[in-house]
Every structure is written in structure tokens, then in C-alpha cells.
């Protein structure tokens, strides 16, 4: 047990000694500053401390969070799904791959005016940009994944006439997590960009707006709490998704640890 | 049942080309074979006679490009119920996502209760000498445990044929005898039908009532022995059999023809 909160004690300086140095240096270098959008970093943690511990936290945050939990839900879960339909038909997916590489490359804050045109200034708006954001690169690893199933694993689903519910989600679905684990990381990535950027375009909260009204309104030390607070933010949902894909593909990691004992795998 | 027992499980005019390169490249030509029920047929050839791929195409996996294969009067389209692959490349049919249990009872899913499936695949394991293993992952057992596991599956179904492609090709000798009794026990207690191939001359000869050669490119069945040995086997007393040593040192020959053969076409 001491030995494990010392490996872990260990693992934390390793991890946070430059973190913690160059915080030192912002915080000595800048002490003294006069410049308008580099304010001192005391003043930038004193403006956090009263902003985000936990005073704004239910104006701001709250409802960014909320839209980016929605987003990813409904622009994941429709990725999985369509992924796992259009990588089973190989001539769909070849008529279609010209335009999804199209969708994909367009960048979506480049939507942004359309749907607010479409949708309306609401939270509607921003989810659905939001969730489309986070559709493409869940849905492209999806589709790769379900593509790469080994023909081998197929023919046992067909030699043991699996049902189309379990061949889904007992073979085809594991069997292309890895894949889509990836795509779900940079989908993350990609929502909270989203989120912000929709804020800032038309909204009345959200950290986002928060960011871009304290510039506006020359809160230089209140922008750079918000940009901190977004920083933080990002920082935790990629350790919260790492967590989350150790936990699905424990399996994968065990697997391939294995497969490099043996050398080639089992023969 | 109209047809004669002799008809089972059939082969007809069985022909198969792979396109390689855009071209058709002939593997299997004209085979025939049948199979009554509860026969048990040895496929024995050299490396890349086309084994598999008669098996792939007796099992429906594989539509062949000429002929038909027929079970039980009916065209095989499609993998039929009541039919179990083990397949050659034993450790890529397992899921590797799964546990060992699990894997054993996917195929089991389809009309049967948690609780039955759980005992069936508990006892398949059991069966194969792989007793309290069922909550590993199989790639944290070794090959041959794997391959016994790709076994136990096909058992657990309780298949009315079994096809079986180099079944213990990775087990030791004395696991490997310990399968193959355990392969005739179940045929005596269940009547399955079997088709089994395999490199090994002595086991081809030991679980078979028949044992067919399949030879020449394209490939077809170049010989058809009947095995007269009594249906209880003994892996002492029946492998030192002056009728098993006979048949053992015909198939042996035949192969040998040939090789020979095959050496001067080249
Ligand atoms: N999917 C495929 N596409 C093209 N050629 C194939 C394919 N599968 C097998 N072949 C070729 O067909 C021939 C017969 O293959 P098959 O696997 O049936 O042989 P086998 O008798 O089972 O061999 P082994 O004893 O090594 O398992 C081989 O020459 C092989 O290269
Ligand atoms: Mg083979």
C-alpha cells in the first residue's frame, strides 16, 4: 500500500515538474507586468478564484458543459450506429467516401452562420453543431474499425449463424473499438472547440462568450481566467476519455502485450 | 428420409477457383464425395491440396464455382443449423475480447437459457482438459489450450455434423491422443457425423471409418479406403493392429505416389 502511494507520489513529480516550473516563471516574469493583455499571473488567479470558485460557475460553465455532454452524446452515439451500418456495405461506403471526406475536411465553425441562420440562436443550434463536430471522426474510425473485422472471426459468426444482434454488438462492435476509441478521443477534442467557438459567435453564456466579452470589455485578467479555466477543462475530459479507454480495451492491451511475448502470436 | 443413408452429407462434381490476379486459379476439380450419417471421414493431402477449402464449401462458407454440396437431401447455400466448424487458424476464430466461457457460449445464444448455456460450456471445457479456465482471455492460454478451446465451442453446440480442420495439430502427444478418444467417445454416445482433416496419417486411420486422399492440382479424391477396424478403438492395442498397420501403409503409399508424382510435373 506505502509502496504504491510512493510509486504514485513518484509518477506525479515526473508529470508535474514542468508544469510547475513554468507556472513558477509565468508567475515571477510577470509579476511586475504593466502590458494590457499580459497582466500579472496573481491577478489572473485572484480573478479565477473569485469567477470559477464557484461564483459564475452555474452561469457559465454549467450550461458549456451541458452542451457539450449533449453534443457528444447524440454525435457519438449516431457515429457508432451509422458507422457500424455503412462499414458492413462496402458499395455504399465507396459510393460515399468522396462526400465524407468532403463533410470531414470542411471546417465546421465554417457552418456556424448557416445553422444559427437555420436553427436559431438556441441551445438547439449549438448542440447540433456541436454533435456534428463530434460525428465525423467517431463515425470515419467506425467505419474503418467495422471495415477491418478479421475474415476469419466472420466466418465463425457465419458458421455458427449468429444473430444480427449479436454478430453487431458481440463481434463487430469489440472488434472495432479500438478504432473507435481514437475516433472518440479526437471527437472530444473536436466538441469542445465547437462549444466555444459557437459561444463566442451567438450566445449569452457560456465560457466561450465569457472569454470574448471580458476582452471586449478590457477584463484582460477575466479572459485569461476563462482561457485557464478552458485549459483545465480540456485537460481533465483527455484524462476523463484515457480512463475511459483503458477501461473498454483492457482486452486490447492484454491481447497485444501477449502477441509480443510470443512474438507473432500463437501459430 | 427418401434418400439412401449413403447420402448425407455429399459432394457433387465439386469444383472450386480462386481469382488470383484477376485470374481463375483452379484448386479444387470434380470432387465427390458422400458421407452417411454418423460416419467419420478423414480428409488427409499435402499442404495446399485444398483441405480447407473443400471443408469451407462442405461447411457453406464457401460457394464453390462447379458442383454442389448437399446435406441431408437439401442444397447447402449457407452454413446449415446443426453444423460445427473447428476452423484450421484456431487462434484467430477465438474472440480475443472475450473470455474463454464467453467464447464457448456465443454460438450458444441463439434459443437457449443463461443457465443451460453456462453448464454446456462449462462441460465442453471439461470435456477438452480445460477445467477452470473459462474466466481467462484466450490469449493468456497457450496455443494448444486455444485450439482445445476452438474444440470445446464446436462441442458445447451439439452438432448433429462436425467438420474439424487440423484439430490438434498444436496440443502435445499425449493431449492429442486424450482428444481423439475423447472424439470417438462422442461419436459412439451421440452418432455425430464427422469430416476431419489432418496431416497425421496415424490419427486419419484411427478415428476414421473412411479415409479419402485428395491429390493433383487441381485437386481431387485420388483415393477412398475403408478403415476395418472394429468401432472400439484402443490407442495401444488398435494402432498395433495388423488391419490399422494395413490401411496406415496404403494411405501411406498413396501419398507418397503422389508426391512423386507432383515432383516430376514440376
Ligand atoms: N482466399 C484465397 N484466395 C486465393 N487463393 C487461396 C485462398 N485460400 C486458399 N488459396 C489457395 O488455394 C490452395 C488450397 O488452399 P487450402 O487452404 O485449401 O489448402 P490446404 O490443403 O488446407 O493446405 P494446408 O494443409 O496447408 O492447410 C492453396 O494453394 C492456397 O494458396
Ligand atoms: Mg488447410
Known amino acids: ?267 | 428420409m427418401t434418400m439412401t443413408d449413403s447420402e448425407f452429407l455429399q459432394a457433387i462434381g465439386l469444383s472450386h477457383s480462386y481469382v488470383v490476379d484477376r485470374a481463375a486459379r483452379p484448386v479444387l476439380h470434380g470432387v465427390d464425395l458422400q458421407v452417411r450419417a454418423g460416419e467419420a471421414v478423414c480428409v488427409v493431402g499435402h499442404s495446399g491440396t485444398g483441405k480447407s477449402t473443400l471443408l469451407r464449401c462442405l461447411a457453406g462458407l464457401l460457394r464453390p464455382t462447379g458442383g454442389e454440396v448437399r446435406l441431408d437431401g437439401r442444397r447447402v447455400m449457407e452454413p446449415p443449423p446443426d453444423l460445427a466448424v473447428v476452423f484450421q487458424d484456431y487462434s484467430r476464430s477465438l474472440m480475443p475480447w472475450m473470455s474463454i466461457l464467453d467464447n464457448v457460449m456465443l454460438p450458444l445464444r441463439r434459443g437457449l437459457g443463461s443457465q443451460e448455456r453456462r453448464s454446456r460450456a462449462q462441460q465442453a471445457l471439461a470435456d477438452v482438459g480445460l477445467d477452470g479456465t473459462g474466466s481467462l482471455y484466450p490469449w493468456q492460454v497457450s496455443g494448444g489450450m486455444q485450439q482445445r478451446v476452438a474444440i470445446a465451442r464446436a462441442l458445447a453446440y451439439r452438432p448433429g455434423v462436425l467438420l474439424m480442420d487440423e484439430p490438434f495439430a498444436s496440443v502435445d502427444a499425449q493431449t492429442r491422443a486424450d482428444l481423439e478418444d475423447m472424439v470417438l467417445t462422442i461419436r459412439r454416445d451421440t452418432g455425430i457425423t464427422l469430416v476431419v482433416v489432418t496431416h497425421d496419417i496415424d490419427e486419419a486411420v484411427y478415428l476414421a471409418d473412411r479415409v479419402v486422399v485428395l491429390a493433383g492440382t487441381p485437386a481431387s479424391i485420388t483415393a477412398d479406403l475403408r478403415v476395418d477396424l472394429p468401432p472400439e478403438r484402443d490407442q495401444l492395442t488398435t494402432k498395433a493392429d495388423p488391419r490399422f498397420l494395413a490401411v496406415r501403409a496404403e494411405v501411406f503409399n498413396m501419398i507418397r505416389t503422389e508426391l512423386a508424382r507432383a515432383g516430376r510435373a514440376t
Open chain 1, 1 to 267: 500500500m506505502s509502496a504504491r502511494l510512493l510509486r504514485l507520489g513518484r509518477h506525479l513529480l515526473v508529470e508535474a515538474w514542468l508544469p510547475v516550473l513554468a507556472v513558477t516563471v509565468w508567475w515571477v516574469g510577470s509579476a511586475s507586468s504593466t502590458s494590457l493583455y499580459f497582466p500579472p499571473l496573481s491577478q489572473i488567479a485572484e480573478r479565477f478564484r473569485e469567477l470559477w470558485l464557484f461564483d459564475q460557475v452555474p452561469v457559465h460553465l454549467v450550461p458549456s458543459l451541458q452542451n457539450l455532454g449533449w453534443g457528444l452524446l447524440c454525435g457519438v452515439a449516431a457515429a457508432v450506429a451509422t458507422g457500424i451500418v455503412i462499414g458492413r456495405m462496402p458499395r455504399l461506403h465507396s459510393a460515399l467516401l468522396p462526400l465524407m471526406e468532403f463533410m470531414r475536411a470542411t471546417p465546421i465553425l465554417a457552418l456556424l452562420p448557416l445553422v444559427f441562420g437555420l436553427l436559431g440562436l438556441g441551445v438547439t443550434s449549438k448542440v447540433a453543431l456541436i454533435a456534428l463536430g463530434a460525428f465525423w471522426p467517431t463515425f470515419l474510425n467506425t467505419v474503418d474499425g467495422v471495415r477491418s473485422v478479421d475474415p476469419q472471426i466472420r466466418e465463425v459468426a457465419r458458421a455458427y449463424r449468429l444473430t444480427r444482434t449479436d454478430i453487431a454488438f458481440r463481434v463487430v462492435l469489440p472488434s472495432a473499438m479500438p478504432q473507435v476509441v481514437v475516433g472518440f478521443r479526437t471527437s472530444v477534442s473536436v466538441a469542445v472547440v465547437v462549444v466555444v467557438g459557437s459561444e463566442m459567435f451567438g450566445a449569452g453564456n457560456g465560457i466561450g462568450y465569457f472569454v470574448l466579452q471580458a476582452q471586449r470589455t478590457y477584463a484582460i485578467a477575466d479572459m485569461w481566467a476563462g482561457i485557464v479555466l478552458l485549459g483545465l477543462l480540456g485537460y481533465l475530459l483527455n484524462l476523463l476519455s484515457a480512463g475511459f479507454e483503458r477501461w473498454v480495451l483492457s482486452w486490447h492491451r492484454g491481447q497485444r502485450a501477449a502477441a509480443a511475448v510470443l512474438g507473432e502470436g500463437a501459430r
